[in-house]
């Protein structure tokens, strides 16, 4: 009975209740806290997936980013896979933040040539502010011992200043870049002219360089790289292989208009048809942020097609993408005017330079380069009706061609 009557009162007083409360939270309270800690563990794996996601989706909008910016991409896949990206490559520099400029903001010089490279740059400035002329633009050539030889290549190449038409004036204008040391100390020989040093590390260019050997091909880019270099220095040039002979100035023929203008092996009368034929051996450029753009992309081309010469590789280029994103204005010149052994020009009253294009060995450009210095003094010793009634051409080619 007083069981019973405990029973009740625990009953109506809420004993039982309460104490049932008190173990049901005891008994609950370790599921409890681990039901807090799974809601604390799915938040957290809330909030890693979404920081995964946000990170993959920028990670593809960088890299799509990227790939409309690169100008490799535009290579065929073949040859695609050979060339490294410019952010990768530690050669190159960028010389501005511009958009252009960043397209290839990998190129940057090679930490343990810092110095020696600022070294060149200052003596370079020094030798293109003697050359210039007052816009800034100079005439540049390269020549290693075996074209400085003797009444060789270099020789014909100065004549021929002095007995074109309004040309002598222009030999204080002309910057000789030398490839090995004999080349240049011929070429201090010389007072017409300013002379700088190109040397390469561990590469000996004084030799004839054969047709399309490494050497030729080593030589051949070195001296696009050098000509960006001059373009990044801020200065314009007339760049002339010297197996060019110059008879009359050239500026009044090139195209105001034009960023990159060049001579041709055959010229189909259109000076925008990307279908000319370039020779690399004479082309006008203005110091421009494209002009240095496209010097990069050039250089950096010749990955993408090993084994040929900056001329080659131009041809494959210049139909590029690229060319066009960057706004690039390219012009070919009349063979009329700058002419060569490939395509002689007719007329001896517009010719501007005569090229020994077409024509491999230093011997056979000697004899024809001579045979072509012939006919125009002769034709310089002609009175003006009998220039204008007798319109005089060539003799040349004859070993060439």
């Not at 209740?17 to 681990?34: F, M, R, Y």
């Not at 002689?344 to 001579?370: E, F, Q, R, W, Y």
């Amino acid at each position: 009975t007083l069981q019973k009557e405990i029973l009740m009162a625990n009953l109506e007083g809420g004993g039982i209740n309460n104490n049932l409360d008190d173990e049901e939270k005891l008994l609950n309270e370790p599921s409890g806290i681990h039901h807090h800690q799974q809601q604390i563990i799915s938040l957290r794996n809330v909030v890693k997936f979404f920081l995964l996601f946000i990170g993959i989706t920028l990670s593809s909008l960088l890299l799509y980013h990227s790939s409309n910016n690169n100008p490799l991409q535009f290579f065929p896949n073949h040859s695609y896979k050979h060339v490294p990206s410019f952010a990768s490559d530690s050669n190159y520099v960028n010389t501005n933040g511009s958009a252009a400029g960043n397209l290839l903001h990998g190129y940057n010089s090679r930490a343990a040539n810092v110095s020696k490279d600022k070294k060149q740059k200052s003596k370079l400035e020094e030798v293109l502010e003697k050359a210039a002329m007052g816009d800034k633009t100079v005439i540049i050539t390269t020549l290693n011992a075996a074209w400085t030889e003797p009444n060789s290549i270099f020789d014909v190449f100065l004549k021929s200043f002095r007995v074109g038409n309004q040309t002598t004036s222009l030999l204080k204008h002309v910057l000789v870049a030398c490839l090995d040391q004999t080349a240049y100390s011929r070429c201090m020989e010389k007072k017409q002219v300013h002379c700088y040093a190109l040397t390469t590390k561990d590469v000996d260019f004084s030799g004839e360089a054969h047709f399309m050997s490494d050497d030729y091909l080593k030589m051949m880019w070195r001296r696009i790289d050098f000509l960006r270099n001059v373009l990044e220095m801020g200065y314009n040039f007339i760049f002339t292989d010297a197996d060019i002979l110059w008879f009359r100035q050239p500026f009044a023929h090139f195209y105001p208009d034009a960023d990159f203008q060049i001579a041709c092996d055959h010229y189909w009368f259109n000076s925008t048809n990307l279908d000319n034929s370039p020779n690399g051996g004479f082309n006008y450029v203005k110091s421009n942020e494209r002009t240095i753009q496209f010097y990069k992309f050039w250089y950096k081309a010749r990955e993408a097609y090993p084994g040929k010469h900056d001329q080659d590789v131009l041809n494959m280029i210049k139909h590029n993408p690229f060319i066009k994103d960057i706004g690039l204005k390219i012009r070919f010149l009349d063979t009329a005017l700058f002419g060569g052994f490939c395509e002689p020009s007719k007329d001896l009253n517009l010719v501007c330079t005569m090229h020994a294009n077409c024509c491999i060995g230093i011997g056979n450009k000697m004899h024809d380069l001579a045979m072509a210095l012939d006919d125009w003094e002769k034709y310089m010793a002609l009175n003006g009706d009998e220039k204008t009634l007798r319109p005089q051409t060539w003799t040349v080619p004859r070993i060439c061609g």
